[in-house]
């Protein structure tokens, strides 16, 4: 009788690439991270650019009506107060005269003189009564039929004035009005401060009359303008505002915008450091991961043929070999395989993996088996024919060798489909299980239908021989009706000599369990095929079989 004694080997350096590859996945999504982190920032930077763009065009335009409607308001009293004047036939200094432009003046709030002046210009006398000093005119310009606007200096050293001046019939006296030249434009922005634009009233033909605010310096081409011209007065109002000003009265809104988005594109870069570490501990990305990574390793489970104490072959277990070295056994993961659909590759690792451990001892022993287990999702399409010919078509393990293992835990989606992929197999030379029997429902019928080639009888009936009489009455029908169809029988997780001696007793070929040896790593398992099937001299090495023929 077969026990081996055994210590499982460490296989270290499995899935030093895959960790390069998760790192490389997880860079990525930092990257991404840190460019979508610029995103928010991006955004609040164009709709400032827009904000500053729709605050300054309005700026301009409210401050280049504020300062047309002011002039305009201004000057229709002070044009209503000289035609009255006129009206009432004021045109000398005489002292009614005089009294008529005092009281012209104190009714007419913008003005602060009115005169009498000459065809000229020069003033003859005004309602204040005191010296005149010298009234240099700048330029002067039409204002309106019979109006004139005009840039005065008083005296070298005050800013200049501006003149309103009634013409007089041909060649007689007219009339004037002296008004402070900051009473045509604003002297306050829209929201109240200081005006932050540069405002100008100007003729029509572009001579400035009064101006406001700080000059634009030439060339600045970021500027904001708007200018409203007069519909009773030849003038033109007109505003320059440079962006960098709208920009300055909204740095508190910069700054808010930048302390807000710079949190938000933390926030961001924050998740995008913590989803990958997160999908770290998502059991199917896990195991995706180790798929690829080629952590799901074989073991090899012997199995004995126990009518003649022969090697019969192996059982294919998988196992989980983490980088961290511990083993994990498949009720942890073959559920995460199966619902994920990471079955069928994880499957064709396996069967790779184990065909190239097994290869060398297989190929020189062509009646060793080697069984793997399938999972209803197999049985779906074709592609296991396709993968079992691939894998196996050129490989020194030959398809006879294989057998292939249907669970009866897991009922048939389509049978038609599935008894096609078995014939086909079976076509190749596979060999077809049914395991598990015993504790589905429907073994017999699968066996019926399907046409296998072998059956595996679970451990639960294997325990139940020779402690109860229905159990072995079921077992004893199951071998009768296997061998009417010449099919072979396997029994699992067989623990003890006597059940041995039960089993080949009832006409079992073959058997498998802890009394022969458990699942064994690959190098355990080659250790063992060659301490019980040692090959003969010559077929170990050619120079024996040199000698031999010698
Ligand atoms: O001995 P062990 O604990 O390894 O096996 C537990 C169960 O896991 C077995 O009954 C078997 O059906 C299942 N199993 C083991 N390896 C595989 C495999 O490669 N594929 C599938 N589908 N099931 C497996
Ligand atoms: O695919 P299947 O369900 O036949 O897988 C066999 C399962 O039984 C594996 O989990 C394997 O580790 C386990 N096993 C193998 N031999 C024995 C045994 O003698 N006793 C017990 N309890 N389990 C066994
Ligand atoms: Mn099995």
Redesign the pocket.
Known sequence: MLKLAFTPLRQPGLCEGVVGLARKKEMLAIVIGIALAGVPMAAFNIWLDYFIEQQGGEEVESVAKRALSMADGRLVRVVASLDGLAERGVSSCRPAHLEALRQANFATTPAKEISVVDATGQTLCSDLGIPLGVRKVVSSHPLAAGFLIEVVHLSERRDPVVRIRRLGPETSNGLAALMPADLFVPQVSTQGGPLTSYAVLATREGVPIAESGVAVPAGDNTSFSASAPSERFNLVASVILPRERVMAVHSDLHRFGTVITSIIALMILGLALIVPARRRGDPVAEIERAVRAGEFVPYF?PVVDITTGKLYGA?V?MRWQKPDGSLL??GAFIPILESSGLILEATRALMRRARDNLAAAYGSRPALRLSF?LAAAHFENEQIVGDVRDLFGNSPIRFNQVIL?L?ERQPIQNLTETRRIVAALQGLGVIIAI??VGTGHSGLSYMLKLGVDLI?I??LFVDAIGTDGNSATIIGTLIDLAHNMRMDIIA????SFEQVVLLRDLGIRAA????FA??LPASSFLQLVEAIDPLPQAALSPAAASRTAA
């Open positions: 489970q059982e277990l056994l498949p287990n293992e669970t395991d598990d595996k679970d451990k699992e997780g067989v623990e498998q369990g802890y009394v458990p699942p």
